[in-house]
């Protein structure tokens, strides 16, 4: 029998892009908006990529990094940051011999020459960068724009309010985002999630931040590491940076399979409504 986390802490924290929400299809407009900036000629093979990245048939995949410079996958363990193994874009393996000297050192993620792949958004980013856009800025920007008209949605998950609602009766719960404020109280506004949390962090910077802002909110709050979870969907930015500071975390991971990082995997925010009512 799963313990329930929720018991045991005073201090929740949860992401908001993929955590709070699992809509998807503007990953999809934001590779198809990447994919007009290619040559005619790389399209097919850009969406073809893309399609297997998101089936988990492909060397990319959240968990790994890419090297813009090199052009290769690279396996990095994520509590030293030592890089463990290195693929080509085609998934053949780059032999130690080749890449050891490359590698030295513990690797840190800028996200311009060495992109952590930490949850969908950085899927066809990194496919695009790979077929030689530069910039996938303005295509972001873009996506940004589109999720703050009507023609774009999200699917209200069923029974999410009352849960958080019960969980904040015996614990304080904050919400910590990279997201605008702008873009928050908009997406908040479409997933019926209003009022609902104690604080609300936008503009977060993770995960360059992320342990400034735990540290911050846990001063706030005056809970302890032992007694404060994290909630996400990006291992980067919200589980491994908690589990450093030896706060507890779950992941939100929509592939199966076993657990990589954190306390417990879930697939889905749902998976936890039942856990947050019978605290």
């Known amino acids: 029998m799963t313990v329930n986390l929720f018991n045991n802490v005073d201090l929740v924290i949860f992401d908001l892009d993929g955590t709070l929400y699992e809509d998807t299809d503007h990953f999809d407009y934001y590779a198809n908006t990447l994919a007009q900036e290619l040559e005619t000629s790389k399209q097919d093979q850009f969406f073809a990529d893309y399609e297997k990245m998101?089936?988990?048939?492909?060397?990319?995949?959240i968990g790994k990094a890419y090297d813009v410079r090199?052009?290769?996958i690279v396996e990095v363990e994520p509590?030293?940051?030592?890089?463990?193994?290195?693929?080509?874009?085609?998934?053949e393996e780059v032999p130690q011999s080749e890449w050891k000297d490359?590698?030295?050192?513990?690797?840190?993620?800028?996200?311009?020459?060495l992109i952590a792949i930490g949850d969908g958004w950085w899927l066809?980013?990194?496919?695009?960068?790979?077929?030689?856009i530069e910039n996938p800025q303005p295509a972001y920007d873009a996506t940004k724009e589109y999720m703050a008209t009507e023609d774009f949605s999200l699917t209200i998950i069923e029974g999410l309010r009352e849960g958080?609602?019960?969980l904040k009766e015996k614990n304080s719960i904050v919400l910590l985002t990279n997201s605008t404020e702008d873009d928050v109280e908009r997406l908040l506004h479409l997933l019926d999630l209003e009022h609902v949390f104690h604080d609300v962090v936008t503009s977060a910077r993770k995960p360059q931040h992320t342990v400034e802002r735990f540290k911050e909110i846990m001063a706030t709050y005056n809970a302890s590491t032992e007694r404060t979870l994290s909630i996400g969907d990006n291992y980067l930015n919200e589980i491994i940076p908690a589990q450093t500071l030896g706060m507890k975390a779950i992941y939100i991971d929509l592939e199966e399979g076993?657990?990589?990082?954190?306390?417990?995997k879930v697939r889905s925010i749902s998976d936890l409504i039942e856990q947050m009512k019978e605290i």
């Open 79 to 91: 509590f030293n940051g030592h890089v463990e193994k290195v693929h080509r874009w085609n998934g």
């Open 258 to 264: 076993p657990m990589s990082f954190g306390d417990l």
């Open 164 to 166: 958080l609602l019960a």
């Open 70 to 72: 090199r052009d290769v």
């Open 54 to 61: 998101k089936k988990g048939q492909h060397t990319v995949a």
């Open 102 to 113: 490359m590698y030295q050192t513990p690797v840190t993620y800028d996200f311009d020459t």
């Open 124 to 132: 066809p980013n990194v496919a695009a960068r790979h077929y030689g």
